[in-house]
């Protein structure tokens, strides 16, 4: 099946620097969205991609849509301690009737004050 | 408040027990999704609604597991005979027809003793 690979695994940091994640998949995915999860609590969706080379921002947040269509990135820029959380890439290959979301294991990012 | 809503938050059961949950989505979304997280992982799909319909299940959905949408609005998820296994936040999110933006609950923590 298809597999999202997310990394790092987690990061530690130091306040005010700037971050950088990705996911790769050995398969062609049609979008990508890129969510938040703090603990005990559901995802929050931050940037969405449509098409191969997009880059999109959203505040201190910038996301790529990589060329191949196998992989996204995840840029954020001076990093505050509310950033702390897993970030978690999906998936999704878009036609038909399926509309289900395929996950990374996420990046656990702490930042230190 | 006008986003994902589930309740209960947080189940504890007894291994064979049947259990219901229930989420609400924001409304005028015709599109439901159920999802399953444990520890460490990313969200997995178990099934997704168009209006009343239930359009795709995954494997992961035993047929000890039930979802229901039955006036297109809100849904339910069941587990009968639950085993520990099942020891997982059950996460819902719901999105409008003709877009791959899912917005997610904040999730029911289940723990099956």
Redesign the interface.
Known sequence: GQQ?NQSPQSMFIQEGEDVSMNCTSSSIFN?W?W?KQDP??????LI?L?KAGELTSNGRLTAQFGITRKDSFLNISASIPSDVGIY?C?G?V?GG??????????TLLTVNP | DTGVSQDPRHKITKRGQNVTFRCDPISEHNRLYWYRQTLGQGPEFLTYFQNEAQLEKSRLLSDRFSAERPKGSFSTLEIQRTEQGDSAMYLCASSFVDTYEQYFGPGTRLTVT
């Open positions: 999202l979008t969205l969510y005990g609590e559901g995802p929050v969706l969405a449509y978690f999906a999704l878009s009737s399926n509309y289900k979301l395929t996950f990374g294991k996420g």
